[in-house]
């Protein structure tokens, strides 16, 4: 064999090696190292005091996922004023009291949310190259039995914000909040929910699951001064030094996750969320995480855009 044969070979072992390396730290390591996110964002009106938002998404629960389940439970302890919840629970259809057990301490904390493609409909096998070069190709599985999480839900007090405005009151703040059906599955009716966010609100609140630009559009035009999100996942493939590969969505890649701007007033926090599905269990430099959001209030002037629009250094600490 000659030597050009031989470091050709030598080369591709190494390139396999890597690669398995790579897919197995990313299915057993990595997926599973959960997150809490911590960071703070100037979007309530002036005078506000502080409010702790939890944001949990994309959990994509199947029954047996024990240490999730187990992650999950510890999230009560970081004692937030607000859960948003953004979709995407389930994964199995038998995994509706996994959810709520696992959420069950949480339940007790004034809570909103609305639901994404895998509430309603269970995993299917599909090319992930689909990601990339057929984005909105949709192949859909089981019908899941969202009736019962939602049930699950609002018995406990959550808000089910879908097509539908809300308001109430936390820790003596006035939150209005609205939100849509998925996007992702064009399921989306803003005309529901159409018309200027509520001006006597400490915080104007519109929940989506994916954030697609014309839904963010809308919320933006109507004033309110947060939108959360989840289904990108973060990108859940992502590459060092250049981040996430594709969004799964209309979003640019620079939003993939956290917080950013969108338009004039508005903020926008996307979830990189907690689970995969089963047939893509894989996370590579991208961590399952909740995001524990300290929102304050907005400075009255004097203040840069980078320091309206963003946010103070985010932290991340595994619980």
Same mark, same amino acid.
């Given at each position: ?9 030598? *080369? ?32 309530? *009106? ?9 944001? %949990? ?54 809570? =909103?949310? =609305? ?23 949709? %192949?859909? $599985? ?11 839900? /609002?018995?406990? $007090? ?49 929940? /989506? ?28 493939? &992502? ?14 890649? *620079?939003? =993939?996750? $956290?917080?950013?701007?969108? $338009? ?9 969320? %907690?689970? /995969? ?7 590579? &430099? ?9 929102? =304050?209030? /907005? ?11 963003? %946010? ?8």
């Amino acid at each position: 064999m000659s030597a050009r044969s031989t470091i050709l070979k030598n *080369s591709a072992a190494a390139s396999a090696g890597a690669l398995a390396a790579g897919i197995g730290y990313a299915s057993l390591i990595e997926r599973n190292a959960f997150a809490v996110r911590e960071l703070t964002m100037p979007v309530l *009106s002036p005078g506000s005091s502080p409010l702790k938002v939890l944001h %949990i998404s994309d959990i994509h629960m199947r029954p047996g996922q024990r240490r999730k389940q187990a992650w999950l439970r510890e999230l009560a302890a970081l004692e937030p004023d607000l859960v948003v919840n953004t979709g995407d629970n389930l994964a199995h259809a038998k995994a509706v009291p996994a959810v709520v057990q696992s959420l069950s301490e949480l339940l007790s904390v004034p809570g =909103v949310f =609305v639901f994404g493609s895998n509430d309603y409909f269970g995993p299917r096998p599909k090319n992930p190259l689909n990601y990339i070069t057929r984005p909105g190709h949709r %192949i859909h $599985g089981e019908p899941l039995p969202w009736q019962d999480l939602r049930a699950a839900f /609002t018995e406990r $007090g959550w808000l089910d914000v879908t097509h539908t405005r809300r308001e109430l009151e936390v820790r003596g703040l006035h939150i209005a909040a609205a939100g849509v059906d998925d996007p992702h599955l064009s399921r989306d009716r803003y005309e529901t929910i159409a018309g200027p966010a509520s001006p006597a609100a400490n915080l104007t609140l519109g929940l /989506t699951h994916s954030p697609e630009p014309r839904v963010l559009d809308r919320f933006a035009a109507d004033g309110y001064q947060l939108v959360m999100a989840g289904h990108t996942h973060g990108g859940q493939l &992502c590459l060092p030094f250049y981040g996430a590969l594709v969004t799964n969505c209309g979003l640019d890649r *620079s939003r =993939v996750k $956290g917080p950013s701007r969108w $338009g004039v007033r508005t903020q926008l926090h996307v979830s990189a969320g %907690i689970g /995969t599905s089963p047939y893509a269990p894989l996370r590579f &430099c991208c961590r399952p995480e909740a995001t524990l959001l300290t929102l =304050v209030a /907005t400075p009255i002037g004097g203040r840069d855009a980078d320091t309206r629009a963003g %946010i103070s250094h985010p932290s991340v600490s595994v619980r």
